[in-house]
Nanobody, 124 residues
């Protein structure tokens, strides 16, 4: 069982930055691939970024490539999402997810555990 708690969301102006954190419980955090997803009002949940268990492989949605960076610290059981050059279209609830595999996925249904989400609002 893994419990995930996101933090770091908030209101920011376009062009600004935010760093999201996702703290995980459980001693097996390092064996999970981790992902960040987001969901805007009236839209489906979409993939944002993912990272392999050892941090040596990452994947990004085209819409955030070059602006967002996913990283993890297995010693702290935490995964991060650094978001730079934010745009109004990045406004959404952001969720972290854990997949009981060393390989990440871009498909929400392939993740086993989810956090409650943190809200990000980017004003123009």
């Amino acid at each position: 069982q893994v419990q995930l708690v996101e933090s770091g969301g908030g209101l920011v102006q376009a062009g600004g930055s935010l760093r999201l954190s996702c703290a995980a419980s459980g001693r097996t955090f390092s064996s999970y691939a981790m992902g960040w997803f987001r969901q805007a009002p009236g839209k489906e949940r979409e993939f944002v970024a993912a990272i392999r268990w050892n941090g040596r492989g990452t994947n990004y949605a085209d819409s955030v490539k070059g602006r967002f960076t996913i990283s993890r610290d297995n010693a702290k059981n935490t995964v991060y999402l650094q978001m730079n050059s934010l745009k109004p279209e990045d406004t959404a609830d952001y969720f972290c997810a854990a997949r009981a595999s060393t390989y990440y996925s871009t498909t929400p249904s392939e993740y086993d555990y989810w956090g409650q989400g943190t809200q990000v609002t980017v004003s123009s």
